[in-house]
């Protein structure tokens, strides 16, 4: 499931692809309902249930988007989400267009050679980014069925490391989406005792504004966000902070930018997770969950997580044995909590 949500591309505001697979994922006696805003909704257990428990992953991934088609059949393009623009300088993309994928470049800096220039590799993207997909003319690059607005992503593949090891753009957040899906197809409906609701929400990199609809419509008892941890698992970082090990187990997000989890909250987690014999660590990151809408509006938020190192780039990495406990994860929460 994880490599067929990565290979999907899902741009924040283009997720629909994305939707599309996930929905076609879902178990069979699930009734996914899509809200206004585009956030896909599976709802389940007693409708009369004493809790609601909202798990949210999102859908989106960082990007670009077409703004412009130039008369010399190059496109102007805008960054999508936060993400170092140079990871794309000089790198082959795909503009998902509606006649199907079209392959282009990412042209370097005109004075990438020369050893003279003062900017740094940041620099890229403080001027306008160009795609050149080969095309002459507008005319040309438009008979492409190029337009304003398309998604421009990496070439999407998922590529398998030594072990369980794994790298590609997006696993923020279809491994969550993945830990979602893999809850859903193992519970029994008939045996819950909560409401569930599992929302894959849209435009997260762009602000969480998917969650933020949910979060002025919904009432649940407890959001439950499954989203990456970012972490200093490398030799060129300090233990001190963000330090999860890739392949330890899931990750409880007991302090991000957004959001400060309630102490009581993790340690329920992490009991339960001992009862279930699933390996979990806990600990504090950067970057925001979808579940930090929640709290305005009398919503406790629990941040769930695998750690991950090379956040926003087209390798980030994942273990998919984190992968794996954190679906059980998931799931022992949905049926015992």
């Given at each position: 499931?994880l490599?067929?949500?990565?290979?999907t591309?899902?741009?924040?505001?283009?997720?629909?692809?994305?939707?599309?697979?996930?929905r076609?994922?879902?178990?069979?006696w699930a009734?996914?309902?899509v809200?206004?805003?585009?956030?896909l909704l599976?709802?389940?257990g007693p409708?009369?249930?004493?809790?609601?428990?909202?798990?949210?992953?999102?859908?989106?991934?960082?990007?670009?988007?077409?703004?412009?088609?130039r008369?010399?059949?190059g496109?102007?393009?805008k960054?999508?989400?936060g993400?170092?623009?140079?990871?794309?300088?000089?790198?082959?993309?795909?503009?998902?267009?509606?006649?199907?994928?079209?392959g282009g470049?990412?042209?370097?800096?005109?004075n990438?050679?020369?050893?003279?220039?003062?900017e740094?590799p940041?620099a890229?993207?403080k001027?306008?980014?160009?795609?050149?997909?080969g095309?002459?003319?507008r005319?040309?690059a438009?008979?492409?069925?190029?337009?304003?607005?398309?998604p421009?992503?990496?070439?999407k593949?998922?590529?398998?490391?030594?072990g369980?090891f794994?790298?590609?753009?997006?696993?923020?957040?279809?491994?969550?989406?993945?830990?979602?899906?893999?809850a859903?197809?193992g519970?029994?409906?008939k045996?819950?005792?909560?409401?569930?609701i599992?929302?894959?929400?849209v435009?997260?990199?762009?602000g969480?504004?998917?969650?933020?609809?949910?979060?002025?419509t919904?009432?649940?008892?407890l959001?439950?966000?499954?989203?990456?941890?970012?972490?200093?698992?490398?030799?060129?970082?300090?233990p001190a902070f963000?330090?999860?090990?890739l392949?330890k187990?899931?990750?409880?997000?007991?302090?991000?930018s957004?959001?400060i989890?309630?102490p009581a909250l993790?340690?329920?987690?992490?009991?339960?997770?001992?009862?279930?014999?699933?390996?979990?660590?806990?600990g504090?990151?950067r970057?925001g969950?979808?579940?930090?809408?929640?709290p305005?509006?009398?919503?406790?938020?629990?941040?769930?997580?695998?750690p991950?190192?090379?956040s926003?780039s087209?390798?980030?990495?994942?273990?998919?044995?984190?992968?794996?406990g954190?679906?059980?994860?998931?799931?022992?929460?949905?049926e015992r909590?």
């Open positions: 499931m490599e067929a949500l990565i290979n591309p899902g741009v924040s505001t283009r997720e629909q692809g994305v939707r599309d697979r996930i076609s994922l879902l178990p069979a009734r996914p309902a809200d206004a805003k585009g956030n599976v709802t389940v409708e009369r249930a004493a809790k609601t428990l909202l798990f949210i992953a999102h859908m989106d991934e960082t990007g670009y988007l077409v703004t412009a088609i008369e010399d059949g496109l102007d393009v960054a999508v989400g993400f170092f623009e140079t990871l794309y300088e000089g790198q082959v993309v795909l503009v998902h267009a509606a006649k199907g994928d079209v470049v990412v042209p370097p800096r005109p990438y050679l020369d050893p003279s220039a003062v740094t940041a890229f993207g001027e306008a980014v160009r795609v050149d997909v095309a002459s003319s005319a040309v438009e008979s492409l069925g190029i337009a304003p607005g398309d421009v992503t990496v070439p593949a998922f590529q398998r490391l030594y369980s794994g790298s590609g753009r997006a696993v923020d957040d279809r491994a969550g989406c993945t830990a979602l899906l893999v859903l197809r519970i029994d409906p045996t819950l005792r909560h409401k569930l599992f929302a894959f929400s435009e997260e990199e762009t969480l504004d998917g969650a933020q609809a949910m979060a002025e919904l009432r649940p008892d959001a439950i966000a499954v989203d990456t941890f970012v972490s200093s698992d490398s030799p060129l970082e300090r963000a330090h999860a090990i392949g187990g899931p990750v409880v997000r007991a302090i991000d957004s959001n989890t309630d993790i340690d329920r987690v992490l009991n339960l997770a001992r009862q279930a014999g699933i390996p979990v660590q806990y504090l990151t970057g969950n979808d579940g930090s809408v929640f305005e509006f009398g919503t406790p938020d629990l941040a769930l997580s695998w991950t190192v090379h926003h087209p390798v980030e990495v994942i273990n998919e044995r984190d992968l794996d954190l679906g059980a994860l998931v799931r022992a929460i949905a909590w």
